[in-house]
Nanobody, 125 residues
Framework: VQLQASGGGLVQAGGSLRLSCAASGRTFSVYAMGWFRQAPGKEREFVAAIRRSTGDTYYADSVKGRFTLARDNAKNTVYLQMNSLKPEDTAVYYC???????????????????WGQGTQVTVSS
């Protein structure tokens, strides 16, 4: 599975961005797609995940109510709509794919098998 992330950029606080992650290859094997982020000097942290079959979504508390994750299975693409952005949302955002069936998508980066290249999101105050 190959993942291509896009959509990052520079935005003022309170603004919005939409990230996309397009999957190719053995996409039928993907159970869930997730987004993680890593700010300078910090560990990679979970942002959101979506179960590919049902569209069930899961969010980190820090983004709940501001970010929305959706998928388009026909295009093998997931979209992370980020609203009300804050300076603390500044990070490199990575999309990832998990090919193992679980009760619900994992928030642990080690559970994901494939990773995209990352896209920079910078929120200015």
């Amino acid at each position: 599975v190959q993942l291509q992330a896009s959509g990052g950029g520079l935005v003022q606080a309170g603004g919005s961005l939409r990230l996309s992650c397009a999957a190719s290859g053995r996409t039928f094997s993907v159970y869930a797609m997730g987004w993680f982020r890593q700010a300078p000097g910090k560990e990679r942290e979970f942002v959101a995940a979506i179960r590919r079959s049902t569209g069930d979504t899961y969010y980190a508390d820090s983004v709940k109510g501001r970010f929305t994750l959706a998928r388009d299975n026909a295009k093998n693409t997931v979209y992370l709509q980020m609203n009300s952005l804050k300076p603390e949302d500044t990070a490199v955002y990575y999309c990832a794919a998990d090919t193992k069936w679980r009760g619900q998508p994992s928030g642990a980066s080690l559970d994901y098998d494939y990773w995209g290249q990352g896209t920079q999101v910078t929120v200015s105050s």
